[in-house]
């Protein structure tokens, strides 16, 4: 059982300890805090990061075929495109992991994610909150299976129609050194902590099963999109810190908060919403250090900031807060406008 605050029992409690300092704040109520869902099944997430490596080689094509039948796509999508260790029904597919154990680089891998994560409980907790409010907005949606692993440095989490698998070696730590092997930027290091888990594989799951691709868009509505999916985390983890909801930094999140009416008069004044050049769209949405265009001390992805803002200010007009119906509107330009958007 997920013990934690109400909603309004924090919101309370919040504003008698700052009301000496800062009181007419706590004139103003998060919606979204004051939503106290009912808690789903607890999350389970299966080990594959470890029982592959617990049991004798005789015994990988026995737990190869339990996996496919209790974790179906998930798991084969891991065997068969994550790692690219043949089909889940080779009749050699137990050799094969058999190889993949045995590596010595990852067996070293797989000693380090032991050691970051004796146990997932932490994570679990997270998981288990986000989804009692994920099923609160979306009632007739299910909740997927999880599985943990270890992948091959080349993606965070993988996605399928019914379940979530994580790949833990993607999340240990900023200082890891097998990032440094890798020569992974800093700025992808610094959401590969164990903060980031749960936003990542939420975010991935809002995106693939609400939102379509779009590669004609303007960057209008191509930021719009992103600030729905960044709501939907604001509905889902209503208490985290919207620094880890967006992958910046803390001192990138108060660059983009301080910049923010800097950063829309730039795209107004260079009539950018509109735009459908992908040069020029790509500015304002690729990853990297920073949002090209702007400054060096800019954090990347700008526009999907501004985006995420505009939904804000949309959703804070709205009577209601129904996220089915935020994602269903795909008219950027009525959200825009019915936004009075005005940082």
Request: proline share 4%; charged share 20%.
């Amino acid at each position: 059982m997920i013990r934690r605050l109400k909603g309004s029992a924090l919101q309370t409690f919040l504003c008698l300890i700052t009301i000496a300092f800062s009181a007419p704040s706590c004139q103003e109520v998060n919606r979204l805090q004051q939503v106290d869902p009912e808690q789903v099944e607890w999350v389970l997430i299966e080990r594959i990061d470890r029982s592959w490596f617990e049991v004798s080689s005789e015994n990988f094509k026995k737990l190869n075929d339990s996996n496919i039948e209790a974790y179906g796509e998930v798991y084969q999508r891991y065997v068969e495109n994550v790692l690219q260790l043949g089909s889940v029904a080779d009749s050699n597919i137990d050799v094969q992991i058999g190889r993949f154990v045995s590596d010595p680089s990852i067996l070293e891998v797989q000693t380090q994610v032991l050691k970051t994560y004796p146990d997932l409980n932490d994570l679990r907790h997270e998981l288990t909150s986000a989804w009692s409010y994920y099923q609160h907005y979306f009632p007739s949606k299910s909740i997927p299976q999880h599985i943990s692993v270890i992948g091959g440095f080349n993606t965070p989490a993988i996605l399928t129609e019914n379940g979530v698998g994580i790949a833990l070696e993607m999340f240990l730590g900023t200082k890891s050194v097998y990032y440094d092997y890798l020569q992974m930027p800093v700025y992808l290091r610094n959401r590969m902590t164990s903060k980031h888990i749960s936003p990542t594989v939420i975010k991935g799951w809002i995106e693939s099963e609400f939102i379509e691709d779009n590669p004609n868009g303007t960057l209008l509505e191509i930021i719009i999109n992103q600030g729905k999916i960044l709501y939907c985390l604001d509905a889902l983890f209503p208490f985290m810190e919207d620094s880890l909801k967006i992958a910046y930094t803390e001192e990138q999140m108060g660059w983009a908060q301080e910049h923010e009416e800097y950063v829309w008069a730039y795209f107004i004044d260079n009539e950018l919403l509109f735009s459908t050049l992908p040069t020029q769209i790509a500015k304002f949405t690729n990853d990297g250090p920073f949002t090209v265009d702007l400054a060096k001390e800019s954090p990347s992805r700008m526009g999907y900031y501004i985006g995420w803002q505009i939904v804000r200010a949309y959703m804070d007009k709205q009577e209601t807060i129904d996220l089915a119906a935020l994602l269903k509107e795909n008219d950027a330009q009525h959200i825009l406008n019915n936004s009075k958007y005005k940082p």
